[in-house]
């Protein structure tokens, strides 16, 4: 035998083992994501800090996979649509002493800069509150290359989802 064999076998014992993934298992979620969640996060919203809109066009109940598209009104990026993609989740009150929000976050690329913003926060009521962290990849110091702030965003007019079913 020439060596070849038990590396074959070793390569074969990976790719069935070690290379198959398995789909993460959203039944073990702390609580299923309710149509009225969809609902409430489908449409158009903005905030007074930056004037981006982002537009929510899909929000996957069993994953929480959200996606949709940013527009910036201002800048080099004004006019350009880039793609949105976040994530929303749920979890079960807890007897009723502790205040319930649904988190939720996004982000994309704004290539035209080369910065990479991301959005993390929850929802209340009609309103999405969030931290803004925004990645420079140039800036004039060491320490200068994440900014943060809050950020709340509201719903554009005219833009609600269709009742939840």
């Not at 009723?96 to 988190?103: A, E, M, R, S, W």
Request: aromatic content about 10%; overall charge negative; proline content about 9%.
């Amino acid at each position: 035998m020439n060596g070849t064999a038990p590396a074959a076998v070793g390569l074969c014992l990976l790719l069935v083992y070690g290379g198959a993934s398995s789909a993460p298992d959203y039944s073990k979620r702390a609580q299923a994501l309710e149509p009225a969640i969809q609902a409430r996060l489908i449409g158009k919203w903005t905030n007074p800090v930056d004037s981006l809109v982002i537009e929510i066009s899909s929000v996957d109940l069993a994953s929480g996979q959200i996606r949709g598209k940013v527009s910036p009104t201002t800048g080099p990026a004004a006019g350009n649509e880039h793609e949105l993609i976040g994530w929303v989740n749920a979890g079960p009150p807890i007897n009723g002493k502790f205040d319930t929000v649904i988190p939720v976050t996004f982000s994309t690329t704004l290539y035209e800069y080369g910065t990479l913003p991301a959005w993390a926060g929850y929802l209340r009521e009609d309103k999405l509150v969030t931290m803004h962290y925004l990645v420079w990849p140039t800036r004039p110091y060491p320490w200068d290359h994440i900014s943060a702030f809050q950020e709340t965003w509201t719903r554009l007019p005219g833009s609600s989802a269709a009742p939840a079913q």
